[in-house]
């Protein structure tokens, strides 16, 4: 089955025929490793899907240093909601960290599609409702546990991604260098 139907089941209920209607309003792309869909100062013109690969979201803070604030696997969401929503360009850039297939949709068809199917609308409310709880979340972390207490907390809760992700993007995403991060590592071997 199409992941992102998969995806929209949990949500909503999804026939063949409208599937295919869905569908006709996203485009398909492949992107390459490290490849940028989107680089600062650009306007943020899409919402992206992965279907197969994964995507990550950073920007460049003030000491030049490559800052990862979110990540988007198989079947998760990801762009500059500030940026995509208000239609102005963006301080951030979103980058293929593996060759990936994504789906991605323009504002103009996604708010066509949510007026062809009021069911995607409710869709895209659970959608951001998550996005939105798992920043909550991420923000508890960062200010409530230690920063090795938050990499013990990304390992127990997502083991595979941690395996799967190159560690000086662990170490951005958490805020710290990867030497610190290759310390934590050798002690939990030791």
């Known amino acids: 089955m199409h992941p ?12 063949d025929k ?3 209607e869905i569908i006709s309003y996203f485009k ?3 992107v390459k490793k ?3 869909l989107l680089e600062e100062g650009q306007l943020c013109r899409h919402h992206y899907f992965v279907l197969e690969g994964l995507l990550r979201k950073f920007y460049i803070n003030e000491k030049g240093t490559e800052q990862t604030t979110e990540f ?7 762009t500059d909601n500030i940026a995509y929503e208000h239609k102005l360009p963006t301080e951030f ?10 789906l991605y949709i323009s504002q103009d068809n996604q708010e066509k599609l949510m007026k062809a199917f009021p069911e995607m609308e409710r869709y895209f409310r659970f959608v ?3 996005a939105y709880a798992a920043a909550q979340m991420r923000i508890k972390y960062l200010f409530s546990l230690s920063k090795e207490e938050f990499y013990f907390e990304l390992l ?3 083991p595979e991604f941690v395996q799967r992700v190159p560690q000086y993007l662990i170490a951005s995403f958490l805020g710290f260098t990867p030497e610190y991060l290759s310390e934590i590592r050798r002690r939990i071997v030791s």
């Open 18 to 20: 409208l599937f295919d």
């Open 156 to 158: 127990r809760k997502h």
């Open 34 to 36: 490290k490849e940028n």
């Open 72 to 78: 988007a696997i198989e079947t998760w969401w990801i």
């Open 28 to 30: 398909i792309e492949v």
């Open 93 to 102: 850039y979103i980058q293929a960290v593996e060759k990936s297939r994504i």
């Open 128 to 130: 951001y409702q998550r």
């Open 4 to 15: 992102f139907r998969k995806h929209l089941e949990k949500f909503i209920k999804v026939d």
